[in-house]
Every structure is written in structure tokens, then in C-alpha cells.
């Protein structure tokens, strides 16, 4: 299920230990190389994200053979310059490291061997300029045609066999709206090469000159040294080939690793917990130009000790300083400069960021857009961006938009860390709209982000569904939780499986000593569907009438309550939970912001668990399900230790006449209605 949202409670510091994913940059280039090269190349720790998959897809439907081994590793055997397929329609999704390359790559082989390809993406890639890159294509000789407006995906490149490319003359590409334009050429031009050199030049000031770097250095691992004068002129020597390293490691993501290394010299080290915050994967010797970005933390405050692959962040100044610096150099990066702003005194001014305004989306209206609406004061221009952070007690609970942006979606949660500089009692929650977008670079975000973050236990929401059996408290649980993205406890099934466990073992159900022992001992794990006990997934036994008639009877000793209920308050863990059973309400979590009380008919209850029996091949009656029912029902209102009944501010919900839907909707409307959050239209 896809999350509309992902609520960020108040967030009060960070330690552990990150391991992050392989660039994306990297990663792109690694396979179009790989790709073209002759022979196999082996690629580990390859990012694996929206942005490399679709490459991945644009690899197969030419021809290359990928094989993913045991240990992770993915097995590229490219095509050597030679086409295999002369046409097909490549879908690139919003990857502008994909769609760039493989533009300039196709036509020059489409030129030279004959074929037709369409690249095409997603609506705002077809947004996105690709008009300079087409111009240098043009000056070769590759057919290139417009499909959509002129200068924007997408695009048809063709040729003819035999064909022939113009390289006797320098090829002439602009610098100053993006440097993939110069990438794609780069990995490009070397297939062009069998007749002598190729020139390539750049008019204008080169922008991002960090990613060019990158990619000259993965070009010389592929046997293409390229000779250069600065940024403004590259040669590629006559009867360039690809040929294949053989084995590749890709490091860990730079601009990824921005947003741990600000959360660091926000909320690492700090008196509540003196553990630093380590990066693992990356190091100060990184090839990417976005590492560049410790530089711009340091100058905030940050501090950071770096060894190969690895990066350990503390905060150092507090608050953080504010900087003016021009940004050329990390333009990805600099977007979490944007956010650390809001922690720094005086005003943050990012400059030289024109290139902002043609990425995912116009990333400076959008920053500016969603940054006022925590209460910064911004200012925005053609190419710089001005923040200054909110007054001490003016933090907003801002609605973030992400504008279908990875990087905007990670740098401004980081805004939830606002307890550190807000006045005591006025911190907010932070809501991230479509936190999906994430999985464009680094899909496992959030959970990343919520490993190392700290919060108080009362700032970590909790929605407690109490009711008797059977009411299908435990499916509704579920459903709200996925809907909301949080944990979900199943109380039920603690004791189930002390119930099972027990009854294992040979201890009796009347033995409150022995099952409590038991129950402190319990090897319990939740692995999605599965439930392990010991090891062994015993969802289904956890079924059994059996095990459902023990579970009701060993829930009344004191002794078993107790054994379980810290296993039970350990589940409450960030983002929030969503938890179940008979006194999470009254007795678990009595603080909980919203308690449910489910009710529904015993007919229908007992209607439900006898089609829910029989699906999974459980032998049952109506009536037989019925009188056990009511019989722990009235065990469960009746027993001495937390009995069966609704908190006195629980709100009920009769479900016998509504669909699961109906319930969870109804559960979510209760929850927003105690939320502080106004949603407002996109402004950018």
C-alpha cells in the first residue's frame, strides 16, 4: 500500500550507525558503461531505487544480459558498441541520469548501425530540457526528432547502417543549465571514435563540475582516458573502446549521506545523548563531487571525523552559524544547507543554484514554498535562495509537499528535529505528503531515519483498538497501520503464543507460575504475515480454538499480565503504533491519544470467525463458535485483573453493519480530527 502521507512527531536527537545506499550517480553510469562494455562486469552494492531500475529495463530491451547473484552482486554483460536490437521504446520514468546518456548513446549507435528508439518518461521529465544535449547530437549527424515541444523528451533517435558520424570537428555543448548534457557525451562520443579523436567543448561556465569528475573517473576504469584542458575542452583518443574491470564497488550515496551528516550537527552528541551518529559506506575519499558537502556542514557548525568509508557526525556549534556560499559545487546537496538553516542563527544564503529550477521540479519556488510554511522567513531569486530560521516559538506543523521530488522529501523531515530549537511546549509534528517519492534514490528513508532518531515516549503516537473476541479489532488494526505507516501490536497474539508455548511445554493453564515463566521467556518475532516462535512461523497454529481458549484463560493471572505488558510497551516505536486487544486502552497504554472500543453483535462475530476458520481448512460450527464466544466474553468482563471495557475516554465503534473500509476510515477521521495539521494547495 502506497502512503499518502508519513506523520514525523517531534523529534529530540539521534545516535547509531547508518549504512546508506550506493549512488545513484554512480550507479547509473556504472551500468550504461557496463552496458556498452564487451565482456562481464560485476556490480556490487548497486543502488537499487526508481531511478535504476528503469536503466535496468532500458538494459534488457537492448540486448544486455543481467544476473543477479547470491550474495547481491549484479552480473552485467554488455553489448561491445554493438547493437543487438534496432528498435525499441525505453520508458525512463523522471531519471535524468538515465534518460541523458542513453539519448546521446542510442543515437550515435543508431547513426552509425542503423535502428529507431523512443525515450520517454514521465510528465515532468517531458519537462525537463534535454534541448542542448539534442543540439551537440545534431552537430554529429544523429537524427534526432522531436516527439513532444522541441528541446524536451521525448524523443525518437534513428540512422541508417553504415552511416557516419562528423568528428572531425569539435562538438559544441553548453555547461551552464546541466551537466549531464557533457555526461552523456563523454560516455557517448568513445563508440564514435574508430576514425580519430573527438573533441568536445563547453560554452559557458560548467555547472556541478563535481559529476563531471565522476564520470571521467568511471570512464578511465572502462579503459577511456580522456585528456582535457580544464572544464572547458575534453578529447577522447582515437579507437576508444569499452572494456569491462571486470568487478566494481559502488560507493554509498553522497547527497543521501547530506541529510544524516546535518542530522548529526543537529542532533548527535548533544547533553540528552552523547553518542555521535556514524555513516557507514562513505568516506572523505569519496569520488562524488557531493562530499564535498562536509565542507558546508563544517562551515555550520557540524563536526565531522571521516576514515575510509566511513563518517562519524556530531553537533559541534549550537545553534548552527549561518553561511552565505555559492553552491555551484553541490547542487543537490545544498538543498539540506536550506534545512539546517532553520537550526542556524541569522540568515543562510545558497547561491549559483539556477539549476535547481529544472530538476525533479522548480526545486527553489518548492523549498521556498514549504520552508515558510514551518515559519522561515525566505527569500528567493533566479539562483539563490535566502532562509532564515523561525523565532524560537513560531514553528509551524507544516504540510509538506514533495512535488513527486525525492530530495525535497528528505531534507525538510528533518525539520521535525524542531524541539532542539523550539520553545518547550511549542514543538510540532511534521507531515511529508507522498513520502513514496523517496524510493526515486533511496527507498528505505524513513525506516533509515527512524532507526537513529530519538523521541520522548510521549511525543510517540499511539492509537489503541480494544473489544471482545472476534470482533475484528485485529484486522482493523492492521489496515489502520498500513494506512498510516506505523507499527502494529497484536496483543492477542502475545498471549496466543504463550498459550502455544505453554501448551508445548506441558504447562497447565491454572499454573499462573509456570506460564508466566513462559511468557518471560517468549522467542517471539513478527516478520510481516509471519509470526515466529523459536524460529518457526506459527501463524497458524496461533489460530487454533485451542490455543484462542488458553490464551482467554491464561490472560487473567496477574503473574502472565505482567510478564508480558514490557514486551508489549517496546513496540511503541517511531513513527507511531497501532496496537490491539482487550486493556491496551485501559491498562497498556492509558495515556494514548486516541482509544477505540470495537463492538459488534455475537452472531456476527461469531459469523466472522467461523468463515475466517473454514478458509484456512479449520474444521468449526456456528454454533459452537457462538457459545465459546459469550463464554469468554463473560470471562473477559468478569476477571479480577484488567477486565474487558471500553476506557472512559474511548470512543466505540459498532462495526456489525460496516465494511472493513468504513471501519478504518472512520478510525483515521478520528485521528485527524486530533491532529494540528491544515492542509493547504501546492504553491509551486
Known amino acids: 500500500m502506497t502512503l499518502t502521507h508519513i506523520d514525523l512527531p517531534p523529534l529530540r536527537g539521534a545516535a547509531g550507525s547508518v549504512r546508506l545506499p550506493g549512488s545513484k550517480s554512480i550507479s547509473n553510469r556504472v551500468l550504461l558503461l557496463a552496458g556498452l562494455s564487451a565482456g562481464t562486469t560485476v556490480v556490487r552494492d548497486l543502488l537499487d531505487s526508481d531511478d535504476t531500475r528503469v536503466m535496468l529495463d532500458a538494459l534488457r530491451a537492448l540486448g544486455c544480459t543481467l544476473e543477479r547473484h547470491a550474495d547481491g552482486a549484479l552480473a552485467v554483460t554488455g553489448l561491445g558498441g554493438q547493437l543487438r536490437v534496432h528498435e525499441a521504446a525505453l520508458f525512463l520514468g523522471n531519471a535524468g541520469t538515465a534518460m541523458r546518456p542513453l539519448t546521446a548513446a542510442l543515437a550515435v549507435l543508431a547513426a552509425l548501425q542503423g535502428g529507431r528508439f523512443t525515450l520517454h518518461g514521465v510528465p515532468r521529465m517531458h519537462e525537463r530540457p534535454i534541448g542542448d544535449l539534442v543540439d551537440a547530437l545534431r552537430q554529429l549527424g544523429c537524427g534526432v526528432d522531436d516527439l513532444g515541444a522541441p528541446g524536451y523528451p521525448p524523443l525518437a533517435v534513428h540512422g541508417t547502417a553504415g552511416g557516419t558520424l562528423q568528428t ?18 563523454l560516455l557517448a562520443l568513445p563508440l564514435a571514435s574508430a576514425a580519430g579523436p573527438v573533441v568536445i567543448a563547453v560554452d559557458g561556465e560548467l555547472i556541478s563540475k563535481p559529476y563531471v569528475e565522476i564520470t571521467l573517473n568511471l570512464l578511465a576504469r572502462f579503459g577511456i582516458t580522456v585528456q582535457r584542458e580544464g572544464f572547458a575542452r575534453f578529447t577522447i583518443p582515437g579507437g576508444s573502446a569499452y572494456r569491462t574491470p571486470g568487478e566494481l564497488h559502488v560507493e554509498a550515496d553522497a547527497s543521501s549521506a547530506s541529510y544524516f551528516i546535518a542530522l548529526g550537527a543537529i542532533a548527535a552528541g548533544t547533553a540528552a545523548t552523547t553518542e555521535p551518529l556514524v555513516i557507514e559506506g562513505l568516506g572523505l575519499d569519496a569520488i562524488q563531487g557531493d562530499i564535498r558537502f562536509v565542507e558546508a556542514a563544517q562551515a555550520m557548525g557540524a563536526d565531522v571525523q571521516g576514515s575510509p568509508g566511513r563518517l562519524t557526525v556530531r553537533r559541534g556549534a549550537w545553534p548552527l552559524r549561518a553561511i552565505t556560499l555559492d553552491c555551484n559545487h553541490i547542487p543537490d546537496a545544498a538543498m539540506t544547507l536550506a534545512v539546517m538553516a532553520l537550526y542556524a542563527e541569522g540568515t543562510t544564503r545558497l547561491t549559483n543554484i539556477a539549476s535547481w529550477r529544472v530538476k525533479e521540479t522548480d526545486r527553489i519556488a518548492a523549498m521556498a514554498a514549504e520552508l515558510r510554511k514551518l515559519g522561515a522567513v525566505v527569500t528567493e531569486g533566479a539562483d539563490f535562495i535566502e532562509v532564515t530560521a523561525p523565532a524560537p516559538g513560531a514553528w509551524q506543523p507544516g504540510v509538506i509537499h514533495t512535488y513527486d521530488d525525492h530530495r525535497i522529501a528528505m531534507c525538510l523531515s528533518l525539520a521535525a528535529f524542531n524541539p532542539l530549537v523550539a520553545t518547550p511546549g511549542t514543538e510540532v509534528p511534521v507531515r511529508i505528503l507522498d513520502p513514496h517519492c523517496v524510493a526515486k534514490t533511496f527507498p528505505d528513508y524513513f525506516p533509515v531515519l527512524f532507526s537513529v532518531a530519538q523521541a520522548a515516549e510521549a511525543d510517540i503516537p499511539v492509537i489503541t483498538i480494544d473489544g471482545p473476541t472476534a470482533s475484528g479489532k485485529g484486522t482493523l488494526a492492521s489496515s489502520v497501520a498500513q494506512r ?34 513462559v511468557a518471560s521467556a517468549l522467542n517471539l518475532r513478527f516478520d510481516g504475515e509471519a509470526v515466529l516462535l523459536d524460529g518457526e512461523d506459527v501463524a497458524t497454529a496461533l489460530r487454533q480454538e485451542a490455543v484462542g481458549s488458553m490464551a482467554s484463560r491464561i490472560s487473567a493471572h496477574p503473574a502472565v499480565r505482567g510478564a508480558l505488558q514490557a514486551l508489549q510497551l517496546g513496540f511503541r516505536r517511531l513513527p507511531g503504533l497501532v496496537c490491539d486487544g482487550r486493556d491496551m486502552g485501559t491498562v497498556i497504554f492509558p495515556g494514548a491519544p486516541l482509544k477505540v472500543f470495537l463492538t459488534a453483535s455475537p452472531a456476527m462475530r461469531a459469523e466472522r470467525r467461523y468463515k475466517q476458520l473454514i478458509s484456512k481448512g479449520i474444521p468449526a460450527t456456528l454454533a459452537d463458535l457462538r457459545a465459546d464466544l459469550e463464554a469468554r466474553d463473560e470471562r473477559d468482563r468478569n476477571r479480577a485483573v484488567a477486565p474487558l471495557k471500553p476506557a472512559d475516554d474511548a470512543l466505540l465503534l459498532d462495526n456489525s453493519g460496516q465494511t472493513i473500509d468504513q471501519s478504518v476510515d472512520q478510525v483515521l477521521d478520528w485521528w485527524a480530527q486530533r491532529q494540528p495539521f491544515q492542509v493547504v494547495p501546492r504553491s509551486a
Do not use: K, N, P
Not at 572531425?168 to 557525451?185: N, P
Not at 503464543?497 to 506460564?515: P, Y
Open 168 to 185: 572531425q570537428r569539435e562538438i559544441r555543448v553548453r555547461g551552464d543549465v546541466s551537466s549531464q548534457f557533457l555526461t552523456a557525451l
Open 484 to 517: 498510516l505507516g506505523w507499527h502494529q501490536l497484536d496483543s492477542g497474539l502475545l498471549y496466543r503464543a504463550t498459550a502455544l508455548a505453554a501448551q508445548r511445554q506441558g504447562v497447565a493453564a491454572d499454573d499462573e507460575a509456570g506460564v508466566a515463566r
